[in-house]
């Protein structure tokens, strides 16, 4: 038997994933078995480097998603419209669905994943989170037998070009994303990267395949790199810390710790390391200790590595002629309880700029003590147009006591502002 | 339904797996249709801080293999019999096999997988590699896109975390390796660990896995780290290079390349700062570029991670009542091509002393030279007993001719000895 694939998008992914599918010698035998029958695009002539079947090009993406001949429809359109609609359609007709769309799981996979276990069908995405690297299935699969506590990691690779090259060139942030968009790095508008949408997106999926609830996308605490400043970088590195945009979620007593956060990452630490356009995940419970999965995190190539590894998934179950699978399709009822941001304990680096007189560290140090604020180091770092530049580091703490103690400092007479506030991993 | 699993030994990993079975809450809720019916043991009556149904525990391991009511069978005896025997027997018998005992894998995986192939069972061995990470699956699901070309890493936590002291205390082999016995991270009879039998067990699966091919085990070429010095070490970071075990396959045009010995890694190279008891695998290929995957390679509670996934994944095939499942199956048919050791290639380490007279450095060109063993850097790196110590990197050449070459070194009258020689990544 031939498994029938429908390919909706011929971007780059897309492109990727036919050209694997057109050219199946040396890889997995089962590839052999699989044909792609359509591919649903928006312009049939526009100059593509691909070499298809002819007739298989369509601008009728539904046709794709209804066509009784086709087993297999892999969504790669991003963004969530027509994505969700056509997911949709396409699990109603009996298809199994991969996607690359983080967006779209992000948003609708309560109800995309409520109509697949309706349906008797599999929504794989893998290509979603991590471009090559394996992790969706390692947590559905492999990693099953523990209680995990913990997901982070590196889910960006644009801001994580930007912030390599801010630390290595002490440039700052306007100036590297100008160049990220000029070498095709970062988009023309880079909002969903560097304001940490994309990395919220991936967070809430690796979250609920982590802790097998569902995570409600809104729920996620996020903030972009925007914030970050050369001074803040170097000023990191002096203090032993690299910063990284990570997206972080935590099993905790309490509830369910999300967040995407630019992040001092301790030096020594196995995601402080992971430079350039490269992701990292690290995983961590009981009794499996920690694994970090590092790997190319977006592109062509390693995305489309991960959407015809589901492909081969997809087309192993329907070749095994099974039953529902346990482990490849979705289980979640409830949604996770969140816990809100001013219940979120963390580290905490700040930045101040103050009259540069004595006194001013006991001041500061007696209003973080008010509210409970326990402190690891206090340092006077430098100058800046003849005020004292103070950097702080606190020891764990809510945001909520932390923004309190900040808001009688920044009643003090001698403090002229608090230019920045991040985490400390 | 619930599906019955039979453990053989109750070592370790055999008391980390039945603890994780008997305690499910907060973890894949499959694990709640798991019941631990019989575990075998050599002693009854042993002391063991594991709380165990009455009547479980039993002598008569080939009644857990034969047991018509069991239907996983967990293999966690280790060597090589009576472990090939009993998952022969259970495979005859209708059971899934699970095993974390690489050697019998390596040594026997030919019969076992062609047992398993006749009998229409899978044999899982995700804790045989790695421990906690999950690399196997991996290689056989989410990976499968791709033409592989490379898998490498440190695959022995033993070996890596005396090479790690032996970094960082500059201390030599003997001393860190008693030391580490004390400690229980090295075995009474450390054989297998240090002279690389374990890791060149694991490289043949992965390799096998990687390429589609079997892999005998005695055509791995290789190398343990008996050899290495505190005085190597320390010149390699001197050049920058760490030491490290490295477990290598290369698929080759002319064949597979694979080989287990100390190696100087570059200190950016990922794998350089995989330290202690960790192992980590960087696998190479087409289209995905290259994932590496980190985290703890041994202990009860990693490999019974692994090993409980594989529990996991048999009894879903077996919940979802599918037929044969082609990506659990092994579908390997033929053998792979070897390469022999003096065609095989790699940068090289040489430590030579000498006489400290001028010309020598020439006289070690020029035969380096005869033999087309091109050079990177030679350089007299300090002196020892009078004698001029010398350190020669070479570009990549064949072992063959690299031999050749010392052989007329060797018989230089200047030269003294030859007392280190390792290969560079």
């Known amino acids: ?63 794709i998603a209804t066509d009784p001949e086709i087993h297999i429809v892999v969504e790669l359109l991003g963004g969530l419209e027509p994505a969700r609609t056509l997911i949709l359609a396409a699990l109603q007709h009996g298809k199994h669905v991969v996607t690359a769309n983080k967006a779209v799981i992000a948003h609708h996979g309560a109800e995309i994943f409520t109509a697949a276990t309706a349906a008797g069908r599999y929504v794989l995405m893998e290509g979603a989170v991590g471009g090559g690297i394996p992790i969706v299935q390692p947590l559905k699969q492999a990693l099953g037998a523990n209680r995990l506590h913990t997901v982070m990691g590196i889910v960006n690779g644009t801001t994580n070009y930007i912030l390599t090259r801010m630390a290595q060139e002490g440039a700052d942030f306007a100036a590297v994303l100008q160049d990220a968009q000029r070498l095709g790095y970062a988009e023309a508008d880079p909002t969903a990267d560097v304001d940490g949408w994309d990395a919220a997106d991936k967070i809430a999926i690796l979250a609920s395949l982590a802790f097998g609830e569902r995570v409600k996308r809104e729920s996620v605490v996020c903030e972009g790199i925007r914030a970050v400043t050369a001074t803040d970088i170097a000023y990191a590195e002096r203090l032993g810390y690299v910063i990284k945009l990570l997206a972080l979620a ?97 580290r905490f680096y700040v930045r101040l700029l103050s009259q540069d007189q004595p006194g001013v560290i006991g001041q500061l140090g007696t209003c973080f003590g008010r509210h409970a604020v326990s402190l690891e180091s206090i340092v006077q770092i430098g100058h800046q147009e003849g005020l004292a530049e103070i950097v702080v580091i606190t020891h764990e703490v809510n945001h909520g006591q932390l923004q309190a103690a900040l808001e009688d400092i920044r009643a003090l007479a001698a403090l002229q502002s608090v230019p920045s506030l991040f985490r400390v991993l």
Chains 1, 2 share one sequence.
């Open 1 to 63: 038997m031939i498994w029938q694939v429908g390919l909706l998008g011929l971007g780059t992914v897309g492109a990727g994933t036919a050209a694997i599918l057109g050219d199946p010698a040396g890889r997995h035998p089962l590839l052999e078995k699989l044909h792609l029958r359509a591919v649903g695009v928006r312009h049939l002539h526009k100059p593509r480097h691909l070499s298809l079947e002819p007739g298989v090009l369509t601008t009728h993406l539904e046709s």
């Open 250 to 346: 935590y099993q905790r007593p309490a509830g369910l710790d999300i967040r995407v956060h630019p992040t001092l990452v301790p030096q020594a630490h196995p995601l402080a390391s992971v430079n350039g356009v490269n992701n990292a995940i690290l995983v961590g419970g009981d009794p499996l200790g920690e694994v970090m999965l590092e790997g190319p995190g977006a592109g062509a190539g390693p995305t489309a590595s991960a959407v015809v590894g589901d492909i081969l998934t997809a087309a192993a179950a329907l070749e095994a002629g099974l039953g529902f699978h346990p482990l490849l399709s979705c289980n979640h009822e409830g949604f996770a309880e969140t816990l809100p941001l001013a219940q979120i304990a963390s």
